[in-house]
């Protein structure tokens, strides 16, 4: 189902999806929807999902105060190797194939947190995060955390629905190799009133899908995010996705439909600015550094044999780092 909107110099699709409410009794009809969803497009809204609208609107405040520090400010949280701390504008490139530059947005990566001599924060993505002074932004760390805390449970309760949409255990995913340990990485980003330009590969974000199991998107309330339920289509077609207040937006990422043999499907997607600012907040689950992803045992047969070779979470996600952030040395001069 969708409807039309003008949006700028033409009409553009809307899509209308799923809402499944995390506080249901009813845990056959969220399977239910959240099967539909993961089979339909990827996207399904979630709410009552236990984050109020008071915190939500407290993390995009501290958001806001982040990217409003000058960029020199913001330089010296750089990321790290092991993506923690400042992306700048340009950094990311999604799609390499239909952009002439990289995402037109800003963003601010934070992880589960270790200390330096953890044995584990030896590994990618794992480790320190990369934290503002508190003279600086006062309160913004432990916002942070505390988001990112509350954001973790929501991400897991999804996790129990999908296991059980799967024909699973209810806690299959829980187990410590996978989002019992999980990599966990919320990022924000702002999008500075750059105005997209599909046809000539300018965008706030190049179509993608994400990597890992699950994504929890918050946004305020400018539109700019567009799905293509069928990337194969000639042309594309790409429908937005309007914001909800209180609402996340949730999609399956690589590693879902790999768990799922293709069954449910990462989707596409891409961000388009209209000339407003926009912010969001994306929080990304994926299962532990060591936890090999294959085909689940209730996502074959003899007639659908695996489609995906086993590979473990650390060398998907590094290589999909890689291929989208730029190299570090690009900011060397700054740094000096």
């Excluded at 409410?21 to 809204?45: E, I, M, N, P």
């Excluded at 999909?320 to 740094?335: G, I, P, S, W």
């Amino acid at each position: 189902m969708a409807t039309q909107i003008t949006n700028g110099d033409g009409v553009a699709r809307v899509s209308a999806l799923n809402c499944i409410d995390l506080s249901s009794s009813d845990t056959h009809q969220s399977v239910s929807l959240l099967k539909q969803a993961c089979l339909d497009c990827g996207f399904f809204y979630l709410v009552n999902h236990g984050i109020s609208e008071e915190f939500m609107a407290e993390v995009f405040d501290q958001s806001r105060r982040l990217f409003e520090l000058p960029l020199s400010a913001k330089m010296e949280l750089l990321r790290n190797k092991n993506y923690r701390g400042y992306t700048p504008s340009l950094d990311e490139h999604l799609d390499h194939e239909n952009q002439v530059h990289g995402d037109y947005k800003e963003g601010y990566y934070i992880g589960v947190e270790l200390q330096e001599d953890d044995p584990e924060a030896k590994k990618p993505f794992y480790g320190p995060n990369v934290w503002p002074a508190p003279d600086v932004l006062p309160g913004w760390r432990e916002t942070m955390e505390e988001y990112h805390r509350q954001c973790l449970e929501v991400a897991k309760s999804v996790g129990r629905l999908v296991a059980l949409a799967l024909d699973l255990d209810i806690h299959f995913f829980d187990k410590p190799e996978m989002l019992g340990e999980a990599i966990a990485t919320l990022r924000l980003l702002h999008y500075d009133g750059q105005v997209s330009d599909p046809e000539n590969g300018i965008f706030g974000a190049g179509a993608h899908s994400d990597f890992g199991f699950i994504t929890l998107l918050a946004t305020n309330d400018v539109a700019g995010l567009q799905i293509c339920k069928d990337k194969d289509a000639k042309p594309q077609i790409w429908e937005f996705i309007p914001p909800i207040k209180g609402a996340f937006i949730v999609n399956i990422g690589d590693m879902l439909e790999r768990w799922s043999n293709g069954i449910f499907k990462s989707t596409l997607h891409r961000v388009v600015g209209n000339g407003q600012d926009r912010y969001s907040i994306a929080y990304f689950i994926e299962p532990s550094h060591d936890c090999l992803v294959e085909c689940l045992p209730t996502c074959k047969s003899e007639n659908n044999p695996p489609k995906f070779p086993p590979i473990l979470c650390r060398t998907y996600l590094s290589q999909r780092y890689y291929d989208t952030h730029a190299d570090l040395n690009v900011y060397t001069e700054h740094n000096k």
